[in-house]
């Protein structure tokens, strides 16, 4: 066997469909871009049609097959239509990555409810609501892999946290659930944990030299990380050679969490 067949057994996304969410921008984008040069087809999911129009297009230019699907994860109705119209373009999903995420950074005092309300339905209900529209087919087919994308403020408060670490804590805790639930039936779920990432969702933060210096001095690497740091370690939760890695929380965050 040579080592391009070796890889593409144990890593390879040829015939698997992927549906990405917040694929039009930061961490998402680079998922599904992953996941497309693997070899998956992907649907790729989010709020702002532009956006997932131009990553499509990055897709099939590079010989890949993407579709869309524009919609507000925020509203239940608007991620149900969602969820039917990701098994269109090329059937049912077989890989489903949860990226997208909002966030409202204020003190917690100054939260209000619909701040609240609006970043648990994006950073967290989403993610459940779209699990169990389309974990059936998975489980039907045996075969499924769930990635949910997290924060290292699922675990430690900095930066105001607030409501967003609250949100990722409570998908940490789902991902677990899932994984109880249906790992059994051949479909896994994970958690991919960031560390501090340079999206556009950051770039309030990274700003301001003194707050990106004091968050990157905080890892390892000494560097603040970027979307493609994560495609190594999604690909590999997505693909075959993950088969026995379930109920986990892979950091990716450059030590953040080590040190």
Known sequence: M??????????GLGGRVA???GAGSGIGRAVALGLAEAGAAVVLVGRRPGPLAAVAAEVTAAGGRA???AADLARPDELQRAAA???????????????????????LAELRPDDWDGILAVNLTAAYLLGQALAPAMLARGWGRIINVTSQQARRAFNESGAYGVAKAGLAALTRSQSEAWSPHGVTANELCPGFIATPMTSAVLADPVAAAALAARTHCGRNGVPE??????LFLASPAAAFVTGAALAVDGGFSAK
């Open 2 to 11: 040579t080592v391009a067949a070796a890889l593409e057994r144990r890593f």
């Open 19 to 21: 549906v990405v969410t």
């Open 67 to 69: 579709a869309s699907v």
């Open 85 to 107: 119209e990701a098994a269109q373009p090329f059937g049912a999903p077989d890989i489903l990555v949860n990226a997208a995420g909002v966030n409202v950074r204020k003190p």
């Open 229 to 234: 740091d994560l495609v190594g370690a999604a």
